[in-house]
């Protein structure tokens, strides 16, 4: 299952947001209403997993070893923001007031809702935009400094 696309959706006034129809069936598929969201380490988003592929990662984060400061940061940042969600029958996941702060994510503001491949990222669009705009830039900029992984990659 994999998870494309952007959607813009709704914070409602009580921190919920609707998964589209066409990623709400995806979800349901692959592993039922259970989600977990959590922080993202490196931007100010979230970060939204159906339970089956969170629990995968979980287990290669807990399986870092611990007295490894950069590792035991990650651990902590992970795992100690990850909350379990549950879509409603109306395709709805609450994100819990901390994570919406996090991602500075105001209510009856749009959101930005983008699918990762086995997960999605949730952005304010506010954000996602800057964001969007600066990393076309950094390509159009650097881009004669592609990594040897993408060299013989064309899309």
Known sequence: MAFRGIAQV??????????????????LAC?????????????????LFPLPEWEVLQEKISALPSFNPATR?????LLG????????????????PL????????????????GQGNRFEIWAEDRWS???????????????MVPDELRGFSI
């Not at 592993?31 to 988003?45: F, H, N, R, Y």
């Not at 994570?99 to 983008?114: D, F, T």
């Open 99 to 114: 994570l919406r702060e996090y991602a500075n994510l105001e209510k009856s503001k749009p959101v930005i809702l983008l």
């Open 130 to 144: 800057v964001e969007r705009d600066r990393w076309i830039e950094e390509e159009r900029v650097q881009s004669g």
């Open 81 to 96: 923001h990850a909350n379990d969600v549950e879509m409603d029958t109306a395709g709805r996941i609450l994100l819990p």
């Open 31 to 47: 592993g039922g209403a259970g989600l977990v969201v959590t922080i993202d380490t490196q931007q100010s988003c979230l970060q």
């Open 73 to 77: 940061r990650i651990q902590r940042l």
């Open 10 to 27: 709704s914070l409602d006034p009580k921190g919920r947001i609707a998964i589209p129809a066409r990623f709400r069936d995806q979800l």
